[in-house]
């Protein structure tokens, strides 16, 4: 692991043509692979790799190294990264643009989670994969109608592991601010995820939900760990910008809190949205007897 975090890191960098021309004369020489690469688990040669040619020997190598960080992409669709710092970014993110197109705007200020979930939104997981924010399309406010429904906000869960993901992380968008300002995607998920952690509260909450995953054991080193990760990093232009704007209508309608504590007081289980309703129909006919009596 320590050896996958050394080549990851963006100062350590070299150009990947350049390891491409090592490889395509180790290629040519038919030498057995040095033992600084690793071997796939299939024990590959350069002989056997001869029908695939050194490109996408290279590519296969260098993705069994990294598969930690491979969620699931396929080795044909990568290209020629610039190096591997911009592979392991092709690997956490998504292909297109697909969950929101880039504003001119960098993302809004949105209300931390724990006030967001008072307002009834929900915090879902993906499956694992690249780093993506989402809104349900089955829950999104349409008509102003968001006093009566919930919103589901699904993110992909964040696993935190000790150094390891702090370096990666922050190589990664260290990337980004220099080589894809206008395509920050990495940036984008943590200053939201920035935002949505201001207590130990919403660590608590987004832990529970499943939307971040602590293997610190400490949820004050894990508050702490999402604040460094932000340090230093410009508020580029968003692809949650519309997502931050929704979050923040959401929060903001008058009806949606009051609506959201009903259903968690008063209906937040089968037994007691049963004594919610048997208790209302109780009291009508209360307030109807005393009526018809007072009345008589």
């Not at 939201?192 to 952690?197: A, H, I, K």
């Not at 939307?211 to 968003?238: F, H, T, W, Y």
């Amino acid at each position: 692991m320590a050896e996958e975090q050394d080549l990851i890191l963006f100062e350590n960098q070299l150009p990947y043509f350049l390891l491409q021309e090592l490889y395509q004369e180790l290629y040519q020489k038919k030498h057995d692979l040095p033992c600084s690469w690793p071997t796939p688990s299939n024990d590959h040669s350069i002989e056997t790799d001869k029908a695939k040619g050194p490109h996408d020997a290279l590519i296969e190598l260098t993705c069994e190294f990294f598969k930690d960080y491979k969620k699931g992409k396929p080795v044909e669709n990568i290209g020629t990264p610039k190096h591997f710092t911009d592979l392991v970014r092709h690997f956490q993110c998504p292909d297109k643009a697909k969950d929101g197109k880039h504003n001119s705007t960098p993302v809004q200020n949105i209300y931390a989670a724990k006030k967001l979930r008072a307002s009834g939104v929900k915090f879902r997981p993906l499956k694992d994969g690249p780093f993506i924010i989402k809104i349900d399309e089955a829950t999104k406010c349409k008509f102003n109608l968001a006093c009566v429904r919930n919103m589901d906000l699904k993110l992909t869960p964040f696993g935190v592991k000790e150094d390891e993901t702090e370096c990666v992380v922050q190589n990664i968008m260290a990337l980004e601010q220099f080589l894809y300002p206008d395509k920050p995607y990495i940036c984008n998920y943590f200053l939201l995820m920035d935002q949505l952690v201001d207590t130990l509260d919403e660590v608590d909450l987004l832990v529970e939900n499943k939307v971040i995953i602590n293997m610190l054991g400490s949820k004050n080193a894990l508050a702490k760990l999402v604040d460094r990760l932000c340090e230093q990093i410009m508020d580029d232009p968003s692809c949650y910008f519309g997502i931050s704007d929704q979050l923040n209508k959401h929060y903001e309608n008058f009806w949606n809190c009051h609506v959201a504590t009903l259903k968690r007081v008063y209906f937040k289980d089968l037994w007691t949205g049963s004594s919610t309703v048997l208790g209302v129909f109780v009291l009508l006919f209360s307030v109807s007897g005393t009526t018809k009596y007072l009345m008589s």
